[in-house]
């Protein structure tokens, strides 16, 4: 098939091995699978149902307003066509302050405004840092539940998934920051990333210096560069995301991961904290992020899984993959001939972080198996300007345990 020798055809099979393998993990036991299937088999119920359990089938702003907050939706077009949309708390309800400084919250991989909001408003950051004075916005990367517009392209065309982070750091994060400064007539903001919100902010600063004037400060929970430590499945099936990429790219299929109803309804029916198989919910989420800390306020995590994942290229994964593997903290891998061809050398251009000349602070849990302490540390060496490099101080906190 598509024109392949043998030994791609072996890693092919290869790949589907690994990902039903992964899978057959993630998977409920039979008697459970019975069950799951006949419930999405019935469609009606399945419509009841949903209304039953609050925030389920609710937008960020919905959620926002639920909890008695006020919310704005804000549309940016970055300079490639893609249409972002902003969600805002412009100030909380423990008294307004006139003058309230901006935060940008900037999302991880798969996932959307609506992490910073699915939980009490004490706990969730989107309502603790609105409370606390801030005019909150939370952008939503191309792709995702919220960004799936374009000028010209549809969604449902491969070509409208044709981008990875580097395109989300010189694009996405720099359009939504002049267009939220412009719209609150400040001069600069505090930028919040966790995951891969910090990434494209490493990456950002490398490509555009000049926006490190427009950051007063940057808070990066689980930070994200080099990936030489990570654990866990995601780096067992690193070395097969460009074979996956190659062949749901031949297949037309861009998209990673969409947040789609089927996926909503079992988490809303697993993960539901009564539920007898919601150990299943916690195993996986666990076999990705690390060990569980007990952080997570169960009570949510139907909301979060019917919100997440989000949504995002199938690149985006190939090139957490190829940053794992390389060990090197640069651009996409295109190949040889691709990557003469986008950037006149055999090999992609490392990112600078020495560039990133904001005050930083970076904050870290001990046991995140993404961002793991051994790689934060490797970071924190290299920013030229770490304001403070925080541990949390537990002795397991996990990838997850920052949003949710
Ligand atoms: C979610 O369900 C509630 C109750 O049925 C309904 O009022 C609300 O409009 C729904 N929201 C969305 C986004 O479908
Ligand atoms: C779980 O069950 C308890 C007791 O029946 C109930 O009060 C609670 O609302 C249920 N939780 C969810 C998420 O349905
Ligand atoms: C990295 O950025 C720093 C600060 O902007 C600059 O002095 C240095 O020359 C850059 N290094 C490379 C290899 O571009």
Request: charged share 15%; hydrophobic share 40%; aromatic share 10%.
């Amino acid at each position: 098939m598509f024109g392949m020798g043998s030994s791609a055809a072996v890693r092919v099979v290869a790949v589907v091995v690994a990902l039903a393998g992964s899978l057959a993990l993630a998977l409920p036991p039979a008697g459970d699978m019975k069950i799951l299937v006949d419930r999405i088999l019935r469609k009606e119920a399945m419509t009841q149902d949903r209304s039953t359990h609050w925030g389920v089938n609710m937008t960020t702003t919905e959620i926002i307003e639920a909890m008695g907050y006020p919310a704005e939706i804000h549309h940016v077009t970055t300079h490639d066509g893609y249409i972002l949309e902003l969600h805002r708390i412009p100030h909380g309800i423990k008294g307004a302050s006139q003058d309230r400084p901006v935060a940008l919250l900037q999302h991880c991989f798969l996932c959307s405004s609506a992490d910073y909001v699915m939980n009490t408003p004490d706990q969730a950051l989107g309502y603790v840092m609105a409370d606390a004075g801030y005019d909150v916005w939370m952008p939503n990367f191309r792709g995702n539940t919220y960004s799936r517009n374009h000028v010209e392209l549809d969604p449902a065309n491969v070509k409208f998934w044709n981008w990875n982070w580097d395109q989300m750091a010189v694009h996405d994060v720099p359009s939504s920051i002049d267009y939220i400064l412009a719209t609150t007539g400040r001069e600069d903001l505090y930028y919040l990333g966790w995951s891969m919100g910090t990434t494209v902010f490493w990456a950002m600063m490398s490509e555009l210096p000049e926006y490190n004037s427009k950051v007063r400060a940057m808070a990066a929970l689980a930070p994200v560069s080099y990936m030489d430590y990570t654990q866990g499945p995601l780096v067992e099936l690193a070395p097969y995301s460009g074979e996956m990429d190659t062949i749901l790219t031949l297949l037309g299929v861009g998209e990673f991961l969409p947040s789609v109803p089927v996926v909503d309804y079992i988490a809303e029916k697993f993960c539901d904290s009564n539920s007898t198989v919601a150990e299943i919910c916690y195993n996986v989420l666990f076999l990705i992020a690390g060990p569980d800390s007990e952080e997570l306020n169960q009570e949510f995590l139907p909301v979060i899984l019917a919100h997440s994942p989000a949504g995002c290229s199938v690149h985006t994964i190939n090139h957490f993959g190829q940053i794992a593997l390389s060990g090197k903290f640069q651009k996409y891998d295109y190949g040889y001939l691709g990557n003469l061809n986008h950037y006149g050398h055999a090999t992609p251009p490392l990112y600078n972080l020495s560039a990133v000349t904001t005050p930083v602070g970076l904050f870290w849990g001990q046991t995140d198996w993404i961002a793991a302490p051994a790689d934060v540390a490797r970071l924190a060496e290299e920013l030229p300007n770490v304001a403070l490099n925080h541990r949390v101080d537990k002795d397991e906190f996990n990838h997850l345990d920052f949003g949710w």
